[in-house]
């Protein structure tokens, strides 16, 4: 199973950028999916996540400018990014949080890499 992201890049401080990930092998409709970042120096951090029932759930710091959303029969998930700052900037990683055989795993994107310019 892999998670592939994409979607990164340079945009301008109020710009946007749309994250997108891609579940390739073991999908379910019901798994947890999400998105994370870390910046230089500092610790991976929650951005956004949704349940299998659509239900989301943001950090403080991209509320009312991040929207996360999900295409189940595309086994995608987004991340639409809009006002962004500089301190968005950071790599971008994408998450599948499921179970399977009665074992909880997760997974990892590589990640995508968002610069923002002041």
């Known amino acids: 199973v892999q998670l592939q992201a994409s979607g990164g890049g340079l945009v301008q401080a109020g710009g946007s950028l749309r994250l997108s990930c891609a579940a390739s092998?073991?999908?379910?409709?019901?798994?947890?999916m999400g998105w994370y970042r870390q910046a230089p120096g500092k610790q991976r951090e929650l951005v956004a996540t949704i349940t299998g029932a659509g239900t989301t759930n943001y950090a403080d710091f991209v509320k009312g400018r991040f929207s996360i959303s999900r295409d189940n029969g595309r086994h995608m998930v987004y991340l639409q990014m809009n006002s962004l700052k500089p301190e968005d900037e950071g790599v971008y990683y994408c998450?599948?949080?499921?179970?399977?055989?009665?074992?909880?795993?997760?997974?990892w994107g590589q990640g995508t890499q968002v610069t923002v310019s002041s």
């Open positions: 998450t599948q949080n499921g179970v399977r055989n009665g074992l909880r795993f997760v997974r």
């Open positions: 092998g073991s999908f379910s409709i019901i798994d947890n």
